[in-house]
Nanobody, 120 residues
Framework: QVHLAESGGGSVQAGGSLTLSCSAS????????MGWFRQAPGKGREGVAV???????TYKDSVKGRFTISRDNAKNIVLLQMTSLNAEDSATYYCAADSCVLVPYTDYLWGRGTQVTVSS
């Protein structure tokens, strides 16, 4: 079974940048669509970006042009490069396997999350 571990979260000022990493073990990520989802306090989980097995990405409208999802199958990691961060990006960010669409289905394979806090 695949196990996912997120890293790279932290606190940044508005307008800053941060890159999150999702490291997989147990299975090769080239078997899966991969994605990033987030959840702010008091809100539901939402899709941020997903990437197909062929490398084609899909983004939530509000992050288009600011975030980039990529995959390195040789290293078995998925990255989320985030720029021009604002307070609305503050959330716990989760990596998910078998996530081919932005809908956060509960039967995806989830990591435990990493916190991103953007100060205004």
């Amino acid at each position: 079974q695949v196990h996912l571990a997120e890293s790279g979260g932290g606190s940044v000022q508005a307008g800053g940048s941060l890159t999150l990493s999702c490291s997989a073990s147990g299975r090769k990520i080239d078997e899966y669509c991969m994605g990033w989802f987030r959840q702010a306090p008091g809100k539901g989980r939402e899709g941020v970006a997903v990437i197909d097995r062929d490398g084609s990405p899909t983004y939530k409208d509000s992050v288009k042009g600011r975030f980039t999802i990529s995959r390195d199958n040789a290293k078995n990691i998925v990255l989320l490069q985030m720029t021009s961060l604002n307070a609305e990006d503050s959330a716990t960010y989760y990596c998910a396997a078998d996530s081919c669409v932005l809908v956060p289905y509960t039967d995806y394979l989830w990591g435990r999350g990493t916190q991103v806090t953007v100060s205004s």
